[in-house]
DNA sequence: CCTTTACCTCAACTTAACTTGAGGTTTTAG
DNA sequence: CTAAAACCTCAAGTTAAGTTGAGGTAAAGG
């Protein structure tokens, strides 16, 4: 194997994602990979990256279609270098940013409100948040559940 | 129908949930109805609270098993009243707590560590959160780059 | 050389939280 | 009284993000 190129198991093992995930990942091209002699996937070191920014924008709640989205804006045809992470990553901040402040308002008024008589009325954040940065209900915030 | 009984379709708009999820509730024990003449369903008033409280919880990232969980804990044949409704919320709030810091955390260390080098290190908190609030199954072994 | 891993593809299964549809009944409004 | 709207049950479909398994090939080690 060439000094800087991976297969789909040492992938697996460095990014801590299971070689049938990295399959996955593959077939919804977020993720690109060359074959060998004998087709087999062959890696290059910047996909660990990528899969290391997949695991970060999962646990900020982000979808892999949004990932997907996201990724549509680095080099097609060069790895990716810090400036193209950096744009990348300061549009989730931003993102992630809402969603803490969303969860904050929730938190703030939880016990209020579910404690309180106001649970059915109209203005209860708790129970009403129509919220701008929640746009159809507060996207789905996704716990990492064990 | 008897004055302080409701309708699924009343239910339903007044709490911005669709007929068939709260069917799909019921099945899943999360709410309770009786049956007038006809076999429909007829629900008392605090059902609505019950709803309001599911959306809520939901918004936090509280799964319905979790709910459902923590609903089996309200008395079983009386409405529950505001000191159960709070003895519930106050655990939730709990968990909402752990979950905003653990993604401030996440947000803090966003920016610098997708644009920088460190992102595949093992001391990174994006790539490699063993955050207890983020069970995501056993520690992934992340192999410092060779 | 031979055997054990690792890898390949493709299809089907999994869970959560619902939605949709079919086929039939009950209520309500005019 | 009748027609529309609401309701009923039960089965099957939907989406996300993978996992699992079958049947077969490639690579690695002793």
Redesign the interface.
């Known amino acids: 194997m060439k000094t800087q190129e991976f297969s789909v198991g040492q992938v697996a093992?460095?990014?801590?994602?299971s070689v049938s995930a990295l399959h996955f990942y593959e077939s919804k091209g977020l993720i690109a990979c060359g074959r060998n002699g004998g087709n087999q996937r062959r890696f290059s070191p910047d996909v660990?990256?990528r899969v290391?920014?997949i695991?970060?924008a999962q646990?900020?709640g982000i979808s892999l279609a949004e990932i997907q989205q996201a990724f549509s804006v680095l080099p097609k045809h060069r790895a990716p270098d810090?400036?193209d992470?950096?744009a990348?990553?300061?549009g989730?901040?931003q993102q992630?940013?809402e969603?803490?402040e969303y969860?904050?308002r929730?938190?703030d008024s939880?016990?209020g409100?579910?404690?309180?008589?106001c649970?059915?009325m109209s203005k209860c954040p708790?129970?009403n948040?129509d919220d701008k940065l929640?746009p159809q209900?507060?996207g789905?915030?996704?716990?990492?559940?064990?």
């Open positions: 093992k460095r990014c801590g994602v660990i990256r290391a920014v695991k970060a646990k900020m810090k400036k992470w950096q990348l990553s300061s989730w901040h992630l940013s969603r803490i969860l904050q929730l938190r939880l016990t409100c579910i404690g309180c008589g649970l059915s708790v129970y948040p929640a209900g507060p789905p915030v996704i716990l990492d559940k064990a």
